[in-house]
């Protein structure tokens, strides 16, 4: 087993069982990639066995801070038994669930997402990527499922110097399938769509806005960034009157409205448009229309902390013009996915964004992913998505 040995002092994220391990920490020690080694102390004590990156910033992401522990087959079996046990506990009222989360889940760089009868797996690091055969073994037999899709397509695969992959691993098939979610039925695409197909992580936050729509009756909604329609599947559900959805994808757009369709509302009470959200804000403002529910709803702006001040200049814009656009006593449900955004900056740049606008709001709730996408008390990171919802004075 080969041996990486940190700089003196470097070890004190390992002692909090922190699952990173940055290429700045490291003394000495090189293995292939996806290699699992034993990291040690300056001093030589054990602190983990973890996954080899040899040309990711994030040069080693740990499996087990368990001496004893063998890093096999059996490993990774019982990681995943003990994943897909969890979900059991959640309240997770659809058949679409993310059954491993990463490092929350102890398996750095791997994400399992289940679709009705089909799994989409992605695998992000050079450790996952050593060990897919294994792991793709392992769930269909504790899952019983024979289709399952790979979408290691994310960026982040070139920063660990993997090329993408994407296709069946096993099985075969249409690639477009349909999940129920609460009283809805939502469809999507795990070839094309965003992520590996949907935005699970937004399946509750779903549900309380259609909560709002029933309570507050609203009248007219604006669902920015709408993808493939979620948001405005939940306020028509609500009981909304209109809801006007943008987004810059003509693909994106057409599923909205095939799931309009499909749970049987009124293509009337929608407006879809293939635009760009930021300019569609300034054209609404300039002609002094307001809505009664917003949600903002926008991708990634910083995926790190080096991106976070631009990013934040781009938060701010959308909120302030949101807010400036929000009838008194409306609704704001205003999120970030940005991993290099902390939930108090972003709490913060909501606030500069009122001002800014000259507007004042409570803060009803604080929001973020659906219990499926966990956040541990070890890994903070793993809590990227952060929501908001505002109750314009």
């Known amino acids: 087993m080969k041996t990486i040995r940190l700089k003196e002092g470097r070890e004190r994220s390992l002692l909090r069982r922190h699952p990173w391990v940055f290429d700045g920490a490291i003394a000495k020690g090189v293995a292939d990639a996806g290699e699992t080694v034993r990291v040690e102390s300056s001093a030589g004590q054990f602190l983990a066995w973890a996954a080899f ?18 890093i096999d087959a059996s490993f990774f079996i019982a990681r995943i038994s003990a994943a897909i046990r969890a979900r059991s506990l959640f309240d997770i009222q659809s058949n679409g669930l993310r059954l491993i989360h990463g490092e929350s889940d102890g398996l750095p760089g791997v994400v399992v997402d289940r679709y009705a009868d089909t799994l989409v797996a992605q695998f992000s690091s050079c450790g996952a990527e050593r060990w897919k055969s294994v792991i793709v073994e392992a769930l269909l037999a504790q899952t019983g499922l024979t289709r399952l899709y790979e979408r290691s397509d994310a960026s982040v695969r070139s920063l660990e110097g993997l090329p993408e992959a994407t296709g069946w691993l096993q099985g075969s098939g249409d690639t477009g399938i349909t999940i129920t979610e609460h009283d809805w039925k939502l469809s999507l695409d795990v070839a094309e769509g965003h992520k590996t197909g949907f935005y699970l992580d937004q399946r509750d936050s779903r549900r309380k806005f259609a909560e709002h729509a029933q309570r507050l009756q609203f009248k007219d909604v604006l669902n920015c960034y709408c993808y493939t329609g979620g948001f405005t599947v939940a306020a028509l559900a609500g009981g909304a009157a209109h809801v006007t959805s943008i987004d810059s994808s003509g693909p994106a757009i057409e599923k909205a409205r095939a799931n309009v369709a499909l749970n049987g509302f009124d293509a009337g009470r929608t407006t879809m448009l293939d635009a760009d959200v930021n300019a569609s804000l300034r054209q609404f403002h300039r002609e002094g229309r307001f809505f009664d529910a917003i949600v903002l709803d926008p991708p990634k702006f910083a995926p790190t902390v080096a991106h976070a001040e631009r990013a934040a200049r ?33 709490h913060k740049i909501v606030a500069s964004a009122g001002m800014d606008a000259g507007v004042d709001a409570f803060i009803t709730e604080r929001l973020g992913g659906a219990p499926d996408h966990p956040m541990t008390v070890n890994f903070p990171e793993g809590e990227y998505l952060k929501g908001l919802v505002l109750l314009r004075k």
């Open 53 to 70: 990156s040899p040309v990711s910033k994030i040069r080693a992401r740990a499996w087990s801070f368990d001496e004893a522990e063998r």
């Open 314 to 346: 781009a938060y701010k814009d959308i909120n302030r013009i949101a807010l400036s656009i929000l009838a008194p006593g409306g609704v704001l449900f205003t999120y970030s996915c940005s991993g290099g955004i902390s939930a108090d900056l972003f």
